[in-house]
């Protein structure tokens, strides 16, 4: 079993500046990437980001250039820094753990993001 628990979600005016961060415990050795995810109520939930145990990263092409995505092995941590925020970009972030080939996948508990104008 992996827990993942994000946190750092807030409120925050248009053009500024958060940092999600997602901790891995238990059973990490069987994730191969981690993901954030976003979810607005009524809309699929969204690839915002992912990392692979690589290193690789890609983001969403609506949070290129704003948002980066990075980890510390030494915690179990992930993180979402977020810049130049945009009401658009209110949601609820779930953390998720891409389970390697014959583990399931992860999901956090998800953090809000509220975005002002």
């Known amino acids: 079993q992996v827990q993942l628990v994000e946190s750092g979600g807030g409120l925050v005016q248009a053009g500024g500046s958060l940092r999600l961060s997602c901790a891995a415990s238990?059973?990490?050795?069987?994730?191969?990437?981690m993901n954030w995810y976003r979810q607005v109520p009524g809309k699929q939930r969204e690839l915002v980001a992912y990392?692979?145990?690589?290193?690789?990263?890609d983001y969403a092409d609506s949070v290129k250039g704003r948002f980066t995505i990075s980890r510390d092995s030494a915690k179990n941590t992930v993180y979402l820094q977020m810049n130049s925020l945009k009401p658009e970009d209110t949601a609820v972030y779930y953390c998720?753990?891409?389970?390697?080939?014959?583990?399931?996948?992860?999901w956090g508990q998800g953090t809000h993001v509220t975005v002002s104008s």
């Open positions: 998720k753990g891409n389970g390697r080939i014959g583990s399931r996948d992860y």
């Open positions: 238990g059973s990490i050795f069987t994730i191969s990437a």
């Open positions: 990392i692979t145990n690589g290193g690789s990263t």
